[in-house]
């Protein structure tokens, strides 16, 4: 064997300790090498998550609801140099010196703080990544914020997840305390939706609206409109959590490439 060979080893040896997805097309080089299936292609499994459930390696994942308060404990990882700006799952670059995290489920932008439960040091960190594809670990630290509660050396750590608030759009910083509690308290249903199709004649939207109600769980609804051309039926595809995931799910589905993303009540 030569020294090529050795040297890469050493290489993987030293830096396995994360396992959190960056940007569409970069899951193969970001999970633990000890659970990788040598027969699977991630980068073609991979798809862009935000709150539409979505598959990696046969588990599905469903981005879920939380209000401020809720907690969760579990095991946490980190993640640095070797993803430092790369794509993370809702399209930044990672940055490795600020305060962020990767988490299965929970909202982009979510505020969360984290504890950790051996030393009681925390840290505050803001969802922006998908991972750690671990089932005993629940939320990859930046390089920063895993110092900040020093558990570079150990590599993971027993957490005490809590969520504090989320970010509005578009905002990279992390709140102060009174920013934080203009925030909204939950997550819920957004008015942003998916115009699919729009008809002079109703029955054209009604056998569009029946085909695609509760296309991978989102309903059809026909908006009546008026307007100088005359009457027009537009069928809507609602069900969306946020501007992100109506906007996701359009990119990625290939039933509705020619909708257009709109506000309900608008």
């Known amino acids: ?39 699977v292609d991630y980068a073609k499994t991979y798809s862009h998550p935000t709150m539409r459930p979505y ?13 401020v308060g809720d ?13 430092n700006g790369k794509l993370t799952s809702n399209g930044e670059t990672y940055d490795m010196y600020a305060m962020t995290a990767a988490h299965k489920t929970l909202p982009m932008n979510t505020i969360v703080k984290v504890t950790n439960l051996r030393n009681g040091l925390s840290a505050v960190v803001r969802i922006n990544d998908r991972g750690p594809f671990v089932s005993t670990r629940i939320i ?14 150990a590599g993971t750590a027993p957490v ?36 699919i199709a729009s008809f002079s004649k109703i029955d054209g939207a009604l056998s569009t609206q029946e085909k695609y109600d509760n296309t991978d769980g989102y309903r059809t609804v026909i908006k009546d409109v008026q307007n100088d051309d005359g009457r027009i039926f537009k069928v809507i595809l ?29």
């Open 1 to 39: 064997m030569n020294k090529l060979y050795f040297l890469s080893l050493a290489s993987l040896i030293i830096f396995t300790s994360a396992c959190s997805t960056r940007g569409k097309g970069a899951y193969k080089h970001t999970i633990d090498s000890r659970t990788l299936d040598s027969k």
């Open 55 to 67: 598959t990696i390696r046969g588990i599905k994942y469903y981005p879920t609801v939380v209000s």
């Open 71 to 83: 907690t969760f404990r579990g095991n946490a990882s980190w993640y640095g140099p070797n993803f």
């Open 140 to 153: 990859d630290l930046s390089n920063k914020a895993a110092h900040k509660i020093e558990m570079v050396g």
């Open 160 to 195: 005490k997840l809590e969520v504090l608030g989320f970010e509005s759009k578009g905002k990279k910083s992390i709140p102060t305390k009174k920013e934080m509690r203009k925030t909204p308290q939950k997550k819920s249903i957004s008015n942003f939706a998916l115009q």
């Open 238 to 266: 609602k069900g969306f959590k946020s501007e992100e995931e109506a906007r996701d799910y359009k990119y990625n589905s290939s039933l509705f490439d020619k909708a257009f993303i709109i506000r309900l009540g608008e």
